[in-house]
């Protein structure tokens, strides 16, 4: 009895936070969605109306949205794939019975996790600078033309999946090298003694053991890389053109640039539907193939 | 192949990695001790003709970089102490204390996992408003106070505290706040410090509500002042990779310093799903 009211004592804390600063919110956040909330409502709440799913139906019907979301899942498709081979590959290398100083490696490829998304995605604002940057350098170095990375609509969403990349492929790596310590040693050694090669013994015996963490970094990073906002914000401001203006980005501007709280609200729904809905196939296709 | 070829392969790939890796990190450094203009030249100059600490000084007098350092420290080191005490004593109940309803609980957090965090923005910002918190440090503590995802670090960890430990300290008529401090505190310690990495550095780094949240420019963490700095001074290079230093270089300190801790809490997380 005494540790029943205890217990209720100490989560009562955290739980009012969560409850205060998260629930209700989310709860408003639907709320909001159906209403007319712009400038007028915020300096008067006599100013608002319900207006239903109207916000959806507007976004669905506005070319804005799609091409953001567009814009979003170009960025996902490209970007998590991408983030996903070179955390893998990093993962072997590091992980490798070859490789001096593992720890240290570990470190180093993990930095630009830790490191400030503003701070570095300015860095690479220059690094990308179509005159002076070190990567239009390098790539003349190469023979090649400068690309004006950030200043080109085809050019600016390959340029921040780049960046994307170089900044977030650490943190699966460390997911991946603590799987790999995972798998037993005498497997590799039934493999080897049954005559297979690197290869095989990577495509038979590490990848499918891979599979699990493989699903779990997937579907963690879809769902993050949905959330692309400060990557435009600070390298491009959503252009050129609107090519790298994200659906984050969108209700930003919807919602603190020009104050549509309402239809803000309801594109920060539409974007969580979207997220629940793709990991939820990603779900379905991994059991599928588990069980065929 | 040899054994010694595929050792010299797999460092070389390595050593290229690296490269890529720090470089950006190296060259931030580099040219933020550049006299202004150095760094708009072609080729990009690699390392400062004459290395001056003008653009840090410059940071510092006029732009008001003292401020933004001092209310980056100043608020993720107040939600770092909140959500320690907040995380911890709901997750010790969630993991050792019996109460009506806890089960439910537990589901409901562990299902709201899944909800982003922008789907509550717009009607925080709202409530933040009502509340007069606008513009104030509250505003971006209070939000980041306490956290499902630290509620549930602490409870993995708490669930291997031997019950009987506890119950003999209360047979010794112990209360539970005295339990919670001489006993359990000590044993959650390791967890406690992942958690504090974890939710320094998520509050160091944040980004969207601060910029949200804060409309004075007094008021402005570091990376939403650099966000705000670089879209004026878009031609400073040097001066805003000295703000971008003095951005990162306390995060990279923090982690190289407790790196153990942080990871441990990476791995603890992805486990949960």
Redesign the interface.
Known sequence: M???????V??A???L??GA??????L??F??SLTD?DLYA?ADLRNLRFVGLDNYRELLRSGDFWSALGNTCYFVAAGVPLSIGASLA?AL??N?R???LPAF?R??????V???????A??????LHT????IN?GLGGLGLRPIDWLGNPHWAMPAIILFAV?KNF??NM??FV?ALQSIPEDLYEAAHLDGANGWQEFSRVTLPLLRPTMM??G??TV?GYF?L??EP??MT?GGPLQSTMSV?YL??EQ??KWWN?GS??AI??L??LI??AV?ALELHFSRRRESA | MS?RL??TL??L??GA??L??????L??LS?SFMPRGE??????PLLPHHATVANYRLLFSSDGGGRYLANSLYLAGITTLCSL???S??G???AK????G?EA?LRT?LA?L??????????????M?WLGLVNSYAGVV??A????F??FLVRQYALSIPDELLEAARIDGAG??RI?VRIVLPVLRPILVTLAVLTF?GS??D??WPL?VLTDQSMYT???A??TL??EHAQD?EL??A???L??LP??VL??AL?RY??RG??MG?LK?
Do not use: D
Request: positive net charge.
């Open positions: 005494r540790a029943g009211l205890a217990g209720w100490f989560a804390p955290a739980l936070v969560i600063f998260f629930f209700v919110p989310v408003g956040a709320a909001v909330f915020l990093t290398l590091v490798s070859l490789t001096l490696f470190t180093v490829f993990f930095a630009p830790v490191a400030t998304l503003v701070a570095v300015l860095v690479w604002r220059y690094l005159r002076y940057g070190l350098w170089w650490g943190y460390i997911i603590a779990l970094v579907v963690l769902a959330q906002f400060a914000y600070v401001e984050l209700m930003y919602g603190f709280l803000a609200s920060a729904f974007l969580f997220v629940l990991t | 054994p595929a050792r797999v460092h790939a390595l990695l690296t890529v890796t720090l470089l950006p990190l060259w931030m040219v760094a708009s030249a072609f080729p990009p005490v907040c995380n004593l709901a010790f109940a969630f204390l019996r109460f009506a806890r609980l957090l709201a899944v909800i982003p965090s922008q789907v509550a923005m717009m009607p925080l910002f709202l409530m408003k209070l939000p106070a306490a956290g499902i630290g509620v539970e706040l919670f550095l160091w780094n980004f969207l949200i570091l990376p939403v650099l966000a670089s879209r290079n805003m990779m703000g971008a230093v951005t990162v995060v990279l982690f190289l790196q942080y990871i990476i791995l992805s799903g």
